[in-house]
């Protein structure tokens, strides 16, 4: 099950959650959290979904199917985070995989003060794997004083695995590190490509949760997810006039077409 806000370009949320999910394996049940009015140069605005229909849309669901895994990305107001609240601690055994969306890839604020605190209170803690990149980890952990020191604070907040991704970091290559039981496991090391792209934590974060409900530990989750995505963004293809989209289905074509 994908909580997510929808995104017309099918660049982020939903969509690429769905392709990645997928692209694992896996049948997507998806609740959509958010509408957005964006492109692949920016989010101009959005509108939260009423918190009682994104309850009603999981709980449906939750309560016809086996649901493996939750992968939450955009949640759109403090009051849906209530509501996602609410769903998670009726279903404590089901992983969860948490993208703390709080701006737009190419640009726009998704979450303010408000979100953010409730972020921190409601959701971390009941989180598998938490997936933020640099910037938001520094937004979550406010007090610390390196992506190290977020990493603890964020393990005392409540999550059991945390990744941050090193993509907006001014380094010669990404370095990705997990981080649980209050150190890091494994710092991921990737050639930095030359574009930037929409919906590159949206599919990372998918991909995880695919790989946990397939059965997988968070360690080699995380592991498979970081080298899917990044055929993704190896492949990924510039459609609009912003930012490239992911190929999250690189793997269903053709090399010499996945290549053009």
């Given at each position: ?34 509408l ?8 101009y605005?959005?509108?939260p ?25 955009m949640?759109?107001s403090?009051?849906n ?18 993208d ?15 979100v953010i ?6 959701l ?25 020191a977020?990493?603890?604070e964020?393990l ?6 945390v ?50 409900g397939?059965?997988?530990e ?12 990044w ?6 293809y ?23």
């Amino acid at each position: 099950m994908t909580l997510s806000g929808n995104d017309p370009t099918g660049g982020a949320g939903i969509q690429a959650d769905i392709e990645a999910l997928a692209s694992m394996g896996c049948h997507a049940a998806p609740v959509i959290t958010a509408l957005t009015i964006q492109d692949t140069g920016g989010v101009y605005r959005f509108d939260p979904v009423e918190p009682t229909v994104i309850i009603e849309q999981a709980r449906a669901v939750l309560e016809d199917m086996p649901v493996a895994a939750i992968k939450i990305g955009m949640v759109g107001s403090m009051e849906n985070v209530e509501s996602i609240h609410s769903i998670l601690v009726d279903y404590p055994q089901i992983p969860v995989v948490l993208d703390p969306v709080l701006a737009g890839g190419g640009g726009g604020s998704l979450a303010d003060a408000d979100v953010i605190d409730a972020i921190i209170s409601m959701l971390i803690p009941q989180t598998t794997v938490l997936t933020p990149n640099s910037n938001e980890a520094r937004l979550l952990a406010a007090e610390a004083d390196s992506l190290d020191a977020c990493a603890q604070e964020l393990l005392d907040m409540g999550a059991e695995f945390v990744l941050i991704t090193g993509t907006h970091e001014n380094t010669p290559t990404v370095e990705n590190r997990l981080y649980a039981e209050h150190r890091c496991l494994e710092t991921f090391t990737w050639e930095r490509l030359p574009n930037s792209y929409h919906g590159s934590g949206c599919t990372l974060a998918s991909t995880i949760a695919g790989l946990l409900g397939q059965g997988l530990e968070p360690f080699t989750a995380a592991h498979e997810a970081q080298e899917y995505t990044w055929e993704t963004l190896k492949h990924g293809y510039r459609i609009g006039m912003g930012q490239y989209l992911p190929n999250r289905l690189f793997w269903a074509r053709g090399e010499d077409e996945a290549n053009s």
